[in-house]
């Protein structure tokens, strides 16, 4: 897989060579620069998938070259700035120019490699949707965005998604992980009149309950240890926007009775902040839980529950559309092969029947990782049935007669999956994570979850 390219521009020389060796130390190509200009102009003749620049530089200073770069690549290339502790309102300027985040002096290096981790996944998918924003304004084109098969529940979500873009409603997506329920959330803010304001993504689950409602809310300096600064939170950089609270079912139940005043009130405090703030935002949320479960078990709170699910949308998982492997499985060759510059492979009609017979656990994400494997290891002008590596046996075909004999339960299947995944990548946890779409603390708890299963295994056989 191609490694993602980042460009570091700050005009301290201690400071260029931390965050090069860092980076360097997570696999990233870094190219590292003392000025906006020359940086510039390599991302023009290059490119780059992330740039981090320093606020405060002689010459160009780091907001012209946010507002230059952003210019120059249509907002592709995510931007991260760097502040020192007096500077916060340059931050927030910066954000509302295109910045992708900010992060404020002095960081952990682990703080900047999340950082650009998310802006990689950002990037990724700005760009998997660009030709989707392209034809929102068309009649029928959500149908097209979401998937063309008969049947399998997708003719009610594109109803819904037509319908809830008008409104400021509530919406919570469900569904399996790697149906899409991110693309459809981007879908929803792209069509609805809050359009031109920011869309905010926070993954719920990669947070603990502090430093969460710190992200959501913000903090006054001194709120509590390690606060060294001001931090405004998602709620208020997504003003006049959209707001993504991903995984919703892993907040605590404490930080959702303070969601709960952001839904009913629509207003919200810093934390270690008397001062009220009004949320003008549109709040979208996602799980792939069974929330009506987490609510009899205490989980959840039930109250939450009813304010978030105002609209419903149920993404079906890809077992159930079968019909749309082979369009999809084309649209990713083509998305593939484009970035590896080389032509787009043939979709072989044995490769298309391979597919079809897999139970994809990991749904689409999973179909676009196998897909994009092929194409980048393979290079083929004919994808054929050899260069999907798919587990579950020689053929990659995990799917038996319903009720027959050795039939798998889906967590079987996603403990196969996640293994296999795992053994590809060489054990590297991090890029397991990123292939998987999962948070690196999710796929620990399951790696730790199956090892407690197979000591109760072993227990068992004695």
Wanted: hydrophobic fraction near 40%; glycine fraction near 10%; charged fraction near 25%.
């Amino acid at each position: 897989m191609t490694v993602a390219r980042v460009t570091v521009v700050d005009d301290q020389e201690l400071m260029r060579d931390s965050l090069t060796e860092t980076l360097v130390r997570a696999d990233y190509e870094v190219s590292a620069f003392a000025g906006g200009e020359a940086a510039l102009a390599d991302i023009r003749d290059r490119g780059a998938d992330v740039a981090i620049t320093d606020l405060k530089m002689p010459g160009m200073s780091g907001l012209e070259f946010l507002e230059h770069t952003v210019q120059a690549t249509g907002g592709a290339v995510p931007v991260i700035v760097i502040t020192a502790h007096g500077t916060i309102s340059n931050a927030v300027e910066a954000m509302k120019k295109g910045a992708f985040d900010y992060i404020t002096k002095p960081f952990e290096p682990d703080e900047i490699e999340l950082l650009v981790r998310r802006a990689l996944n950002h990037a990724r998918l700005v760009e998997e949707n660009a030709s989707l924003r392209r034809e929102l304004g068309r009649p029928g084109a959500s149908r097209r965005m979401i998937g063309t098969g008969a049947g399998g529940g997708l003719e009610s979500v594109s109803e819904i998604v037509n319908s809830a873009a008008a409104s400021d409603a509530t919406v919570l997506i469900r569904g399996e992980t790697g149906t899409g329920k991110e693309l459809v959330a981007e879908a929803i803010h792209a069509r609805s009149p809050r359009s031109g304001g920011p869309f905010i993504r926070v993954n719920c689950a990669a947070l603990s309950g502090g430093l969460l409602e710190s992200e959501l809310f913000g903090h006054e300096k001194g709120a509590f240890t390690g606060a060294d600064a001001r931090r405004i939170g998602r709620f208020e950089l997504a003003g006049g926007g959209s707001i993504l609270l991903d995984e919703i079912s892993e907040m605590d139940l404490d930080l959702q009775g303070k969601l709960l005043r952001v839904l009913q009130e629509k207003s919200f405090e810093r934390v270690g902040s008397s001062k009220t703030i009004s949320a003008d935002v549109r709040i979208i949320a996602t799980s792939n839980r069974d929330l009506e479960a987490e609510i009899e078990k205490g989980a959840f709170r039930q109250d939450v529950f009813y304010r978030l699910n105002v609209v419903p949308v149920v993404m079906p998982p890809l077992r159930d559309r079968k019909g749309d492997i082979g369009a999809l499985a084309r649209h990713f060759a083509a998305s593939a092969a484009a970035r590896q510059g080389i032509d787009a492979p043939v979709m072989g009609n044995e490769a298309l029947a391979k597919l079809e017979c897999y139970d994809w656990p990991g749904n689409v994400r999973e179909l676009e990782n196998v897909i994009e494997r092929a194409v980048v290891l393979s290079r083929p002008t004919e994808i054929r049935p050899k260069d999907l590596l798919l587990p579950g046996g020689p053929n990659g075909s995990s799917r038996v007669a319903a009720g027959g004999a050795g039939a798998k339960t889906l967590a079987e299947l996603e403990r196969e999956h996640i293994l296999a995944t795992l053994e590809a990548h060489g054990g590297h946890r991090k890029r397991t994570s990123e292939a998987l779409g999962i948070s690196d603390r999710t796929l620990r708890n399951k790696l730790a979850a199956f090892k407690q299963e197979g000591a109760e295994a072993g227990e068992e056989k004695e």
